[in-house]
């Protein structure tokens, strides 16, 4: 079923430099801001990557389900394997990488055509600027939710958000948010995922910080809870 993501709105307002789109494949729906329409290599790209999870998973069910990180064989497809070593790097199931190794997939796919892409899949987010950029922290229904923005040098970037209150994904947390800083984008995501199984009150938060920096990759980190914010690593943030 598809919920809407109203969040996009402004996602899409607030760039005027970069052209924005929508494609859709099955169950992933990316929003993809570049600097030219590219509707067509998107949706191709996205199509090829799906399958290639898809399948992997009708081969091998288990990488499809497992909650633990799983080993994959030399003869894996890529994407496979930045699955599956992103969730060994974080403790976790391989699918908890599965939006943000899309939204990379694509996005590297699409750096053929645009230095400057952008690749959103469900609050997972691939990021090649050659300019500054802002991406604000939604968490639901707490008081700190769209007050904050993270500010990113110019570079390549992933930015994934895990929440237990928010959204359809599996979390075994109740954070609002818990949004992680990486350079890879699957990392971010599986790391998001872990940490935000971990926080169930805002007592959890340093706990979470720490399991953060135990993990190799993590530029930094995010943790919102209620009206409680923890805060990790090199990023910075720019408050409403």
């Known amino acids: 079923m598809y919920e809407?993501?109203?969040y996009r709105r402004d996602f899409l307002r607030k760039d005027t430099l970069l052209v924005g789109f929508r494609v859709v494949y099955f169950e992933s729906d990316l929003l993809i801001l570049a600097r030219t329409m590219l509707e067509k290599q998107a949706y191709d790209s996205l199509k090829r990557h799906y399958l290639t999870i898809?399948?992997?998973?009708?081969?091998?069910?288990?990488?499809?389900?497992?909650?633990?990180?799983?080993l994959v064989p030399e003869s894996a497809p890529l994407i496979i394997h930045q699955m599956s070593d992103a969730s060994a790097r974080a403790g976790v199931g391989p699918m908890a990488a599965v939006a943000g190794v899309v939204a990379d997939a694509v996005g590297m796919d699409l750096l053929a055509f645009s230095e400057d892409i952008i690749v959103e899949n469900g609050g997972d987010i691939f990021l090649n600027a050659s300019i500054s950029r802002k991406i604000?922290?939604?968490?639901?229904?707490?008081?700190?939710?769209?007050?904050?923005?993270?500010?990113?040098?110019?570079?390549?970037?992933g930015v994934c958000t895990s929440?237990?209150?928010v959204g359809h994904s599996i979390s075994f947390?109740?954070?609002?948010?818990?949004?992680v800083v990486s350079e890879s984008t699957p990392l971010a995501d599986a790391v998001a995922t872990k940490i935000g199984n971990i926080i169930q009150t805002h007592a959890d938060i340093p706990e979470?910080?720490?399991?953060?920096?135990?993990?190799?990759?993590?530029?930094?980190?995010?943790i919102i809870k209620d009206d409680k914010m923890g805060v990790w690593g090199k990023i910075e943030l720019e408050y409403n």
């Not at 939604?138 to 990113?152: E, I, P, T």
């Open 163 to 165: 929440s237990g209150t």
């Open 208 to 222: 979470g910080l720490r399991c953060a920096q135990e993990i190799d990759g993590v530029v930094g980190i995010v």
């Open 54 to 70: 898809k399948r992997y998973i009708q081969k091998c069910p288990e990488f499809g389900h497992t909650f633990s990180p799983y």
């Open 173 to 179: 947390g109740k954070a609002d948010a818990c949004v």
């Open 4 to 6: 809407e993501r109203k």
């Open 136 to 157: 604000g922290i939604l968490a639901g229904s707490s008081v700190l939710s769209g007050k904050m923005a993270l500010l990113l040098e110019p570079g390549r970037w």
